[in-house]
C-alpha cells in the first residue's frame, strides 16, 4: 500500500498539530504506522490521498450511519447554504428537530441543543448537580463522556489505548468528584450510594458501552441503575451519544425499554455535522437559563447547517425504518464467523472483535485482550481494504452504504488472517 503522501502530510501536520491529528483516536498510536490523510469519501468507503480506496468501519466514529455524503443529507446542507451559515437567532428548523429529539426519545420533553457530545454530557451533569444540590457522579470504568474534566477518569477509548488512565491537567478536586465503578456491576453502584449517601447528584452511563469496544448492558443492568437512582434520589443519565439511533431509532432507552432522566445525544444527529442535545423532563430542563439558574450557553448552537443536515438524518432514519433491519442482518452477517482466542460482541450495528478468548463485559476484562496482535490484525485488514479503527477498545459500525458484497470482502479478509497466522 504505497503511503508517500499521506507520511509527508503527517510529517507537515505534525510541525503544527500536536502528533498532527486534531483528536488522538486518529493516530495509530496503538498498531503502529501513521494516520491515512483522507481525500474523499462516497458510500461506504474513504479514499486516502494516495488514492487506497477503504471499506469503512469507522463512519466518522459514529455519525455515518447512512455512509459518507448520503443525499438527503448533502440536499439539506446545500438548501440551507442559499439562506445563511449562521445567525445566532433562534430559527424554526431548531423546534422542529427537538420535537423530533422528543418524539425519537419521550423521555426528553424538553432539549437543548449544543454543538459536541463533550458539551452534551458536560452539560446534562451541570443540570444533575444544580437540580439535585448535590456534586458527586458515578461513572463506569472504560465509559467515556468526552473530554470534560471530571469525567476523565477511566475513560476508555482514547485513553485507554495510550495507556492513560486518567488524563494530566485535571485538578485533583475535579477528578474527585467523580466515582467510578466497573460496567454491569449493580453491586457496587449500590455499594457507592451507601457510601456516599445523600451526596450522589448522578449516575452517567453509556446504555450500550462503546468507548471500551463495544459491551452490551447485562441483564438487568439498566433497570437497576434505574431503581438505585429513583431510590436515592439520582439522576439517571443516558450518555448516548454513540448509541442513540444506533442500537434503535430513539437509542438504547427503546431498545431496552428504561427511562433515563437526562440523555445526551450526538453522532448521528448532527448526519456528520457538529451537533449534539442534552435534555430531560420539563422539570429538570427548567432549571436550565435564561428560565432557571444553570448557565449553558452557545454561539454556534443550533447552527442552521448542522441543524439542517441532523432533521434530514433523523427524518430519513424514522420514514425507513428498514434502515435498521438491513443493518441488524448485515453486522449479524459480518460477525458470523468463529475464529480462534476471538470474542466478537455486537449489538446492532456496533462491534468489537476482541482478541480474547474470555467474555468481555467490562473494562477489565477488555483489557485482557491481546494488543499486539489486535495490531496484526487491523494491519493485515487495513492492507485489504479494510479500514477498522485503529484500537483494540474501540466499537466498529456498519452502515446502510455497506452492502453484501462489502461485508463478504470484509470476511473473507479476516478469514485470510487466521488461515495465515
Ligand atoms: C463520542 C462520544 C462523546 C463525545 O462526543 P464528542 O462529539 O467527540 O465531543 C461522548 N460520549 C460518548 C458515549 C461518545 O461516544
Known sequence: MNKTRSSSLLERARQVIPGGVNSPVRSFRSVGGGPLFIKKGEGCRMIDEDGNSFIDYIGSWGPLILGHRPKCVIDAIQAVLEIGTSFGAPTEREIILAEAIRDAAPSMEMVRLVNSGTEAAMSALRVARGFTGRDLCIKFEGCYHGH??????????????????????????????????????????????????????????????????????????????RSLCTKHGALLIFDEVMCGFRVAYGGAQTLYGVKPD???????????????????????????????????????????????????????????????????????????????????????????????????????????????????????????????????????????????????ATRAAARQFFEAE
Open 262 to 408: 437526562m440523555t445526551a445525544f450526538g453522532k448521528i444527529i448532527g448526519g456528520g455535522l457538529p451537533i449534539a442535545a442534552y435534555g430531560g423532563s420539563a422539570e429538570v430542563m427548567n432549571y436550565v437559563a435564561p428560565v432557571g439558574p444553570i448557565y449553558q450557553a452557545g454561539t454556534l448552537s443550533g447552527n442552521p447547517l448542522a441543524v439542517s443536515a441532523g432533521l434530514a438524518m433523523l427524518k430519513y432514519l424514522k420514514e425507513h425504518p428498514e434502515v435498521y433491519t438491513a443493518l441488524e442482518e448485515r453486522t449479524a452477517k459480518l460477525c458470523s464467523d468463529h475464529f480462534p482466542g476471538v470474542t466478537i460482541n455486537r449489538v446492532g450495528s456496533m462491534f468489537t472483535f476482541f482478541f480474547t478468548t474470555e467474555p468481555v463485559f467490562d473494562y477489565e476484562s477488555a483489557k485482557k485482550c491481546d494488543t499486539a496482535r489486535f495490531a496484526r490484525f487491523f494491519t493485515h485488514m487495513l492492507e485489504h481494504g479494510v479500514y477498522l479503527a485503529p484500537s483494540q477498545f474501540e466499537a466498529g459500525f456498519v452502515g446502510y452504504a455497506h452492502q453484501d458484497a462489502d461485508i463478504e
Open 148 to 225: 470534560v474534566d471530571s469525567l476523565l477518569v477511566k475513560a476508555g477509548s482514547g485513553l485507554a489505548t495510550l495507556g492513560l488512565s486518567d488524563s494530566a491537567g485535571v485538578p485533583a478536586a475535579f477528578a474527585a468528584t467523580t466515582i467510578s465503578v466497573p460496567f454491569n456491576d449493580l453491586l457496587a453502584v449500590e455499594q457507592a450510594f451507601e457510601n456516599h449517601a445523600g451526596k450522589i447528584a448522578s449516575v452517567m452511563v453509556e446504555p450500550v458501552a462503546g468507548n471500551m469496544g463495544c459491551i452490551p448492558p447485562a441483564t438487568g443492568f439498566l433497570e437497576g441503575l
